[in-house]
Nanobody
Framework: QVQLVESGGGLAQPGGSLRLSCAVS????????IGWFRQTPETEREGLSC????????TYFGSAEGRFLISKDSDKNVVYLQLNDLKPDDAATYSC??????????????????WGQGTQVTVSS
């Protein structure tokens, strides 16, 4: 059974950091590319970052560039998203997804065969 479970969200102060985790089961990280996304009730889903299954190539988009860092531990089957220099606008539900489609397509509406339930990030002083 394929499952993705996010954790690590919570409350952070502006300028602070959080590390989100996406624990996957039912497949290995060599089989699927993993993307991180975020969304609020007021905004559309935003693709942030992706790490490829073949060579662990990392891709960043928009708000994630320069502040967020994606990595994976294939032994543990976990993908991480390090959030740095957090801003109030970063508050959202962060989700991970798996797909065999390439990372440069994560902004496509149909990217993501499997999704986690999300973890909430709040940024406030």
């Amino acid at each position: 059974q394929v499952q993705l479970v996010e954790s690590g969200g919570g409350l952070a102060q502006p300028g602070g950091s959080l590390r989100l985790s996406c624990a996957v089961s039912g497949f290995t990280l060599d089989e699927y590319n993993i993307g991180w996304f975020r969304q609020t009730p007021e905004t559309e889903r935003e693709g942030l970052s992706c790490i490829s299954r073949r060579d662990s190539k990392t891709t960043y988009f928009g708000s994630a560039e320069g502040r967020f860092l994606i990595s994976k531990d294939s032994d543990k089957n976990v993908v991480y998203l390090q959030l740095n220099d957090l801003k109030p606008d970063d508050a959202a539900t962060y989700s991970c997804a798996a797909d065999q489609k390439e990372c440069d397509g994560i902004w496509d509406w149909n990217w993501g065969n499997y999704w986690g339930q999300g973890t909430q990030v709040t940024v406030s002083s």
